[in-house]
């Protein structure tokens, strides 16, 4: 894992991309290897870094994940750096979370332009904490039903957050001129 904040490039390149993923106890590692494999993947491709990331947790502790592993993220979520992008990664309870050093990390950043994503259930608490507008939710097999009571309806201009197994979609809070994944048609 390259542990740097938004850095410099290198001449005559576009400085890298800075990855922060935040996890929280239970997530799958799946989910949380489906975010930095590609990363470096690209990195070893480009024969350059193109990309940075890091793991932030809720503490600077140990974080376990939902088959029993743990991981040690560098920083907890109160002293993470300025970051490019924000993945949050948790597992089921992601709709129980609350977390407000992490909510006010992810403000932090996106004030200053990140975008803001998902894997796993993770979308579910960035929506509980107003980051996002009301989630698309793809069938799962582990989704109790009626995951979408409580979430803020007020959030008309959030672009919504696609929770699909795996699956990541980046964005800024506000909508993008031309932006369509398909199935977010209004």
Not at 53 to 59: D, K, P, R
Not at 143 to 166: E, I, K, S, T, V
């Amino acid at each position: 894992m390259i542990q740097a904040p938004r850095g410099r490039a290198q001449q005559g390149t576009a400085p890298p991309i800075t990855f922060a993923v935040l996890v929280f106890p239970g997530f799958p590692t799946m989910a949380f290897s489906s975010v930095i494999e590609p990363l470096r993947a690209a990195n070893i491709l480009a024969r350059r870094e193109c990309y940075r990331w890091i793991a932030v947790g809720l503490s600077g502790g140990k974080v376990p994940a939902s088959n029993g592993f743990t991981i040690e993220p560098v920083l907890g979520a109160r002293e993470a750096p300025l970051v490019d992008r924000i993945v949050a990664c948790s597992g089921g309870d992601a709709d129980h979370v609350v977390a407000e050093h992490a909510v006010a990390w992810i403000r932090r950043n996106l004030r200053t332009g990140a975008w803001i994503g998902a894997v796993a259930d993770a979308a579910f608490f960035l929506a509980r904490a107003g980051r996002v507008g009301r989630p698309c939710l793809h069938p799962a097999l582990d989704q109790p039903a009626g995951l979408h009571r409580g979430l803020p309806r007020d959030r008309a201009a959030a672009r919504p957050l696609c929770h699909r197994p795996q699956a990541l979609h980046l964005g800024r809070r506000r909508r993008q001129p031309g932006y369509d994944a398909g199935h977010h048609r209004r």
